[in-house]
């Protein structure tokens, strides 16, 4: 580590990293059941996980994300989509945290999209893996929320949908790779997609 002038360390915060598919420590949070936030010593943690699940996703530029995903094993997931109001103009909605999140009902019909995940990268990080999933078309779910420590019961369709069913996932240790229907020609259901040059 460098030293600076004074002849001190250099305090510097280590900048959040995902946990990719493949990664040494990705058996102990990726494909585990995550824990439910209980205990207030878990509320304490929340703050600033949430912070750092939220500068995760944006920097990425990904839509949800998973507490697992960064390393902790509690039951987190944070969602914010973007939607497009012009053609050159592309809006992130206001992000939602979820904590404990469940699903309580769910529609009959079942709608094929396309998915990627944060976690399923090639090692150089220049490609993601990307792949058709069947999910649930509206789905209803109960969770807490970070502030106010209250029972929220919402309703999710479409595409906001498919992002909360593929995050509540990952609390419970599956990644969308577990649900790409392998009867089909697994060529037509993956593709690698180069990823967008990051600009900082
Ligand atoms: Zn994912």
Redesign the pocket.
Known sequence: MPKNKAGGRRRKETPPRIVLVGDDSCGSVLGKQAKPVQRKSDWAKLPKLVKTLLCVLRKAGGQGISAP?TGSRLSVVVIETRKTVSRRNVAPSRPIVMVNPVITDRSGKMVMGEEG???VIDPDGTHVLRGKVERHQWIKVTYLDLKRRQHHNRTFRGFKARVVQ??ID?LAGK??LDRVDWRHNAAKQLRMVKLKKKTK
Request: with cysteine; net charge negative; glycine share 0%.
């Open positions: 995903q995940c944060l976690s593929h995050e990952h990644l969308f």
